[in-house]
């Protein structure tokens, strides 16, 4: 007997997701409305806000010398950022999807760089690329592949492409594990669908393929199939 759907049940699910809801109205939503406040206002030198000065500030930035170069900068940073880190994220599932020794500690390693925030990857990569005591200078001139320091950021262009490589770096674990979620959930339905034909089959057969079940699986497969029959039995119209 199925239980009365009360407004306790209604409100359920959205009491689990509330915590989440607030988390990102007060880190995403408020600090998004703090940009448009400040850009829309008047503000001076130290951040103080004088009053609203409506568009001026959007005209002033169209009207700048500089906007085109940093729009420029800007459609290069995300056009390679989201090629490659895609490209890369996507290679690096495939090969994390295997089955092999020490996965779980690969994927572990692998979203160390997600999971930290772009202030710590900036200052990491900066203290790496470091002319006088950056850890890749010290790495190779421990190896003897250079004996004298190399300035890595010679330019603003050499600078602007390290800067393209911690947006990579950063990406490729999020778009790894996005694919990943995407290839397990294939395997998933998959599964369902292959053994809902050959459920749906045998019992058009008047076979009892739990009891088959028995004959040739242990007690993980006998588990898994248990749980696909159940499935397939309360959804059973989804695979004719």
């Known amino acids: 007997m199925k239980k009365?759907?009360?407004?306790?049940?209604?409100?359920?699910p959205y009491l689990w997701i509330l915590p989440s809801v607030?988390?990102?109205?007060?880190?995403?939503?408020?600090?998004?409305?703090?940009?448009?406040?400040?850009?829309m206002s008047d503000v001076n030198k130290a951040g103080i806000i004088k009053g609203?000065?409506?568009?001026?500030?959007?005209?002033?930035?169209?009207?700048?010398?500089?906007?085109?170069?940093?729009?420029?900068?800007?459609?290069?940073?995300?056009?390679?950022?989201v090629v490659i880190s895609t490209v890369l994220g996507f290679i690096l599932a495939l090969l994390l999807n295997n089955e092999f020794k020490g996965r779980k500690i690969a994927r572990a390693i692998v979203?160390?760089?997600?999971?930290?925030t772009l202030v710590i990857q900036?200052?990491?990569?900066?203290?790496?690329?470091?002319?006088?005591?950056?850890?890749?200078?010290?790495?190779?001139?421990?190896?003897?592949?250079?004996?004298?320091?190399?300035?890595?950021?010679?330019?603003?262009?050499?600078?602007?492409?390290?800067?393209?490589?911690?947006?990579?770096?950063?990406?490729?674990?999020?778009?790894?594990?996005?694919?990943?979620?995407?290839l397990g959930l294939s395997a998933v339905l998959a599964s369902k669908t292959c053994y809902a034909g050959n459920a749906r089959l045998m019992e058009e057969k008047g076979v009892d393929f739990e009891a088959e079940d028995d004959c040739y699986y242990g007690s993980a497969e006998k588990e898994l199939l248990a749980k696909l029959t159940a499935y397939v039995r309360e959804n059973g119209k989804h695979f004719r």
């Open 122 to 182: 900036a200052s990491a990569w900066k203290f790496i690329i470091d002319t006088d005591y950056g850890a890749l200078n010290t790495l190779l001139k421990s190896l003897g592949i250079i004996s004298a320091n190399i300035n890595w950021t010679p330019t603003p262009e050499a600078f602007f492409a390290w800067e393209i490589a911690c947006g990579i770096f950063v990406t490729i674990p999020f778009v790894c594990f996005t694919a990943l979620s995407g």
């Open 52 to 81: 609203f000065a409506g568009f001026e500030n959007f005209e002033k930035v169209l009207k700048s010398s500089k906007f085109a170069l940093v729009l420029k900068n800007t459609a290069i940073w995300t056009v390679c950022v």
């Open 111 to 116: 979203v160390f760089p997600w999971a930290t």
């Open 4 to 12: 009365p759907y009360t407004l306790l049940n209604k409100a359920e």
């Open 22 to 39: 607030i988390l990102m109205a007060i880190f995403i939503i408020v600090p998004i409305g703090s940009v448009f406040q400040m850009a």
